[in-house]
Each structure stands twice: as C-alpha cells, then as structure tokens.
C-alpha cells in the first residue's frame, strides 16, 4: 500500500451511509454502515480505508508528513452537502420575521414590497465586491457547521448584468474558502417589478439573453413553479431552453399551492424538486417513480412560521430520493446549519436520524451531482468528514441550538476547528 498522508485515529464510532454512488430510496433510506472503536485514512484528499482502529492501522504506511488527527472518542460522519441555498444576498430581512409572526402571510409581505424584491432591490445596488465578501463569510458559517458542499443560486438580480454579476460573485467567493461550490442559474426566481405587465417580455429575456450567458457560470437552471410567479408553461419553456444550452433542470415545485410541479420536474428529468410542502398525491407518485430527487426544506416551513412541512413519510414509502437542504436565504430561512435541518426533519417531518443523515449527505449529493465525490465515507471518495463533539451520532440532530461540528475535514485536510490541533 503507498503511504497515507492522512489518519483519523481514536474515533468512538465513524458512520456513513451505504450503498455506494446512488441515492437510497424507500425502506432502504437510513441503511447505515457503524464501526465502533474507528480508524480512517487517506491519500492525497481520497479515503483509502476506513474501519476498526487496530486493523486500519496495521494495515496502512504513514507518509512522512503524514496529518494524523486524535478524534478523541467522538463521533465521525461524512461532512454535509447541502444542496439548495441563495447565500449571495445583500440585506438580511429580519423585520419580515417578524411581520410572520404577526400573522402577515408570505404574498403580503410581496405585495407591501418586501420578500424577494426587497432582495433584488439590495442586490442591485450593491457592487461586485460586496457580494463576495459578504458570502465569504457565509461559506465560512456553513462550513464552521460541517458543510463541505453547497449549491448556491443566483435570483436576486432578475436582470442580465446583476444575475450575471451574482453568479460571478458566487465563484470568486468560492475561491477564498476550501468549500466545494455548484452554481445554478435562477433568474426565473420572480417577475421584476418593471416587467409586471410584460411577463411573456421577461420570459423571453431569460430565455434568449440571460440563459446562454449564464452557461460559463453555471451547471444548473432553476425556476420559481407556482401559479403567482412562473406558470407550468413558463417553467417548462425556461427548463427546456437551458437543457438546450447544456444546464441541467431543477425546479422549485409546490411550495405555496398544489400546482404540479413535480409532474413537471419528473417529466422534464430534472435532477431535483425542491420544497414539495404542497405536493400533491400525483406528485408524490411521479417522483416515487423517477431519479428526481425531493429536496426538503424544512428550515422554510420553520423560518415562515407555517404549520405546513413537505409530507417526508409519504414520499420515502412512495420510493421518492428524498434530500434535505437549508435553503438558507435571507428571508425564508436565514440557516447555513445542515445540523438544524437534520434537527427540524427528525421532529418535523419525521425521518430518523439515520434517514436524517443519509437526506443531509449521499442523497444530497445526488441532488446535484456529486454522489461520484462526496456524500458518504467510501474509498476514492473526498475525505470530507465532520467529527462531531459526541461519541454517537445521534446527538447532532438531539441537541439542536448549538454546533456538533468539533473539527471539519475536506479532502484530508483540517479546515476548520473548534480548538487548534
């Protein structure tokens, strides 16, 4: 065996979901496979092995220069892929937080000016430079909570120049923080206020001039799908016109009403649908049927003060890829931890941890494409890992409010720590 230049020793337990590159489905979701007493290691940012503590490490040769990191009978998991966020944003809008609480819905706050136009309002205003640095320091909370991969979307500039400036602002403040990044196209995010009367105008606009720039910035193309922002045929129109360009489709469906949204992201083969709170029986079926994979946003439903969450239950006994994400926003769910999320989807939806863990990390990455990388502790995998401050992963979702995370590995090396090492 070469050398490892990596070790991971005195772990109490080190636990992963299972089955390989592909996202578990149904009664299978939470299979998990738990070693007690743990070692892991690796080479050049892959696992090559990982088990008991006595067997892995009489079995490996330390390089040299070898990082050996003391787990200190804790726990260790894959590190978090969350795969639904805005985190380029100017202004926080914690006032409308508060409007919620007071009984004002979410198309109140719209038609009073605020939610999505408040952020585009924001965004324009600001330069390119002041975008990046506000999400450096975002990536950086994301990644302080262990997530080592996030999707991040464009959406608050809803005119060619500022969609085209966030998407740039979302890879230069990638470059500054070891975070992994895919970008999605979402200028179909809201019909501007200037373009109100002139809704077909905007689609064509999205369609013919933002989506072909876009694609040297982005993997993915997104849209807003409810009867108050883009139709079912708009949607499909946007969708369709950047599968042409090479994006990959994702959709926000049946959020706010039961729409069909999932029919059409299940019809159109996009990689996810994301939201579902209104999801209809049909949809369920759909996506129990197809590789679409159901993002879960419980954080939207607890950020909105809705008593209304995605039906988890229903769609993991449909056979539905079911993933969870933050959705973290400056709105609806001001969370860059994946740790409340696992939280929220235990006492909310009602997954199990174990569901819980395998919806934050392997299905996640199947959300967006990187199952073949990271997602679960596997060999040629990223070693990106989180080991949290507890001796059994259950304890992340149990003891929500506070950061599980006690150090975060990615690609073998420490990224970010509670203590120095």
């Not at 100017?90 to 038609?111: L, N, P, Q, T």
């Not at 506000?134 to 909570?145: I, N, P, Q, S």
Request: a negative charge; glycine letters at 8%; hydrophobic letters at 45%.
């Amino acid at each position: 065996m070469s050398a490892v230049d990596f070790v991971l020793y005195n772990c109490s337990e080190i636990v992963s979901p299972v089955g390989g590159r592909s996202a578990q489905r149904g009664q299978r979701l939470g299979d998990l496979r738990r070693v007690e007493r743990a070692a892991l290691v690796a080479r050049a940012g892959a696992i090559v092995d990982w088990g008991p503590e006595d067997q892995v490490l009489r079995d490996c040769v330390k390089a040299r220069d070898c990082l050996e990191v003391d787990a200190r009978r804790r726990s260790v998991i894959p590190a978090f892929v969350d795969p639904h966020t805005h985190a380029v944003f100017g202004c926080v809008r914690a006032g409308e937080y508060a409007d919620r609480i007071a009984g004002k819905s979410y198309r109140d706050i719209a038609a009073a000016g605020g939610g999505i136009h408040a952020s585009v309002r924001d965004l324009r205003a600001r330069s390119e430079d002041e975008l990046v640095a506000l999400t450096v320091e975002r990536l950086w909370k994301l990644l302080a909570h262990g997530t080592t991969t996030v999707e991040i979307k464009s959406g608050y500039g809803l005119r060619l120049d500022d969609e085209l400036k966030q998407l740039r602002a979302i890879q230069r403040a990638a470059a500054q923080v070891p975070i992994r990044v895919v970008s999605t196209f979402l200028g179909a995010h809201e019909i501007p206020l200037e373009f109100r009367t002139q809704r077909a105008e905007y689609v064509r606009l999205v369609v013919h001039e933002m989506l072909p720039q876009a694609v040297p910035l982005a993997e993915f193309n997104d849209v807003f799908c409810e009867p108050s922002v883009f139709t079912l045929a708009e949607s499909e129109e946007i969708l369709r016109a950047g599968m042409q360009l090479g994006l990959a489709p994702k959709l926000h469906a049946d959020e706010l009403e039961t729409y069909g949204g999932a029919e059409l992201a299940c019809r159109l083969g996009a990689i996810s649908a994301d939201h579902l709170m209104a999801v209809s029986s049909a949809g369920i079926q759909a996506l129990g049927a197809s590789d679409t994979v159901a993002v879960l946003l419980p954080g939207t439903s607890f950020g909105l003060a809705s008593r209304d969450y995605a039906p988890a239950r229903m769609l993991v006994q449909s056979g539905a890829a079911v993933a969870l994400a933050t959705d973290f926003n400056p709105g609806s769910s001001h969370c860059p931890s994946m740790q409340a999320i696992w939280s929220l989807a235990g006492s909310m939806l009602r997954l199990t941890p174990a569901e819980g863990l395998v919806a934050c990390t392997l299905n996640a990455a199947v959300a967006i494409r990187r199952e073949a990388q990271v997602g679960s502790l596997e060999p040629g995998k990223r070693c990106d890992l989180v080991v949290t401050q507890g001796a059994d992963y259950r304890e992340v979702p149990y003891q929500f409010g506070v950061n599980n995370a006690s150090v975060v590995v990615s690609e073998g090396k420490v990224v970010w720590s509670e203590k120095p090492l």
